[in-house]
């Protein structure tokens, strides 16, 4: 059998002028232009700078993208370019490396939650394979794990770990607006909720085919909140919304954030996790970062009490530990949301 080196899409596509067969995705998920919407059509921006600071407008803005999107692109957020530039150079780097060095780089851990993968995390269960490489790991604030983390490109561990404080500052920040808006205490997400961030980079080699393959099948994130960078120049990420799939164009400065199952869920279906999915180009590399913030795992994911006015409202979701709602999501994916749903 072939040894993750060997299956990293970066390590063999350049020999190829069509995509394998394994690659090609059944003709309804493939990235047609049927259900293309216009493209002046795109998701809400939502200013998070000092100069248009009313608050309570930011909190309406970025309640309502939440509740009709679930997605939604924040500019002027404070994160310093040069910091997000580097963040993007040392990912780049990385996945510039010699295939068994980025594989040796993230097998570390010695229960594997620092890791590289190519697909999906399910590679030997993937019937169809996705056109990526991704390497995710905790990022906890603690430093905790970094020790696993990869050490080259040399400055990895010091960029990514600003990057990840600056992530949980935003991540944050987004939260208590989106808790002032919910009418939940604004510090609601800042304890256990938000324990557990996890980064999840990817690395979309160029597709011969576009047509043929996705980078990443229809989803919703298992988040609360999901941060994600992605390139300038480069599109390849789309929201399905009312039917039809948006392409979220890259804005200069901005982060993409969407809402996650877990915040549908506290948020009793008020906030909408979003489907999404990522399509390949046949001309450039995409890389993309991801920063989702979990939960630890014992926490229990429900309906926030206090959104069930003194039980005069009926929860639309059952309750659940956190690591279980992860477990019973990857193993009965997608079937899993449907039975989370009170009938
Ligand atoms: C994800 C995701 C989008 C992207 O990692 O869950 O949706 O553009 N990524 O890479
Ligand atoms: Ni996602």
Request: net charge neutral; hydrophobic share 35%.
């Amino acid at each position: 059998m072939e040894s993750l080196d060997q299956r990293l899409v970066s390590s063999w596509f350049h020999g190829h002028s069509s995509v394998p067969p394994t690659y090609v995705q059944p003709l309804e998920s493939r990235p047609g232009c049927r259900f293309m919407s216009p493209s002046c059509m795109s998701i809400p921006v939502i200013d998070l700078g000092d100069r248009h600071n009313d608050r309570a407008d930011t909190i309406k803005h970025i309640l309502k993208a939440s509740e009709q999107y679930g997605f939604f692109q924040v500019i002027n957020h404070r994160v310093s370019k040069d910091l997000v530039e580097e963040t993007l150079n040392v990912f780049k780097e990385f996945h510039a490396m010699p295939p068994k060095e980025k594989v040796n780089e993230c097998s570390k851990d010695p229960i594997g939650r620092c890791k590289m993968y190519t697909s999906s995390e399910n590679y030997e269960k993937d019937a169809i394979k996705y056109w990526k490489d991704s390497l995710t790991h905790p990022c906890p604030p603690s430093g905790e794990y970094m020790q696993y983390w990869p050490d080259k490109p040399t400055k990895y561990r010091e960029v990514v770990g600003k990057y990840t404080q600056e992530m949980r500052k935003l991540g944050h920040e987004i939260l208590e607006l989106l808790s002032e808006g919910l009418g939940l205490d604004p510090s609601y997400f800042h304890g256990k909720l938000s324990k557990n961030p996890q980064v999840l980079q990817h690395h979309y080699p160029p597709c011969p085919e576009p047509s043929l393959t996705l980078g990443i099948a229809k989803h919703r994130d298992t988040s609360i909140i999901t941060i994600l960078l992605q390139e300038q120049d480069v599109q390849g990420l789309q929201v399905l919304k009312d039917g039809e799939w948006l392409r979220v164009d890259p804005i200069p400065n901005a982060f993409v954030v969407n809402i996650g199952l877990l915040l549908q869920v506290i948020s009793n279906g008020r906030l909408v996790g979003a489907e999404h999915r990522v399509v390949t180009n046949s001309t450039m590399a995409r890389t993309s970062v991801a920063y989702f913030i979990y939960p630890s795992l014992k926490t229990i994911i429900e309906p926030a009490q206090c959104l069930l006015n003194n039980g005069t409202t009926l929860p639309m979701y059952k309750s659940m530990p956190f690591g279980e709602f992860r477990t019973s999501f990857l193993a009965k994916f997608p079937k899993f949301e449907e039975e989370l749903r009170f009938k």
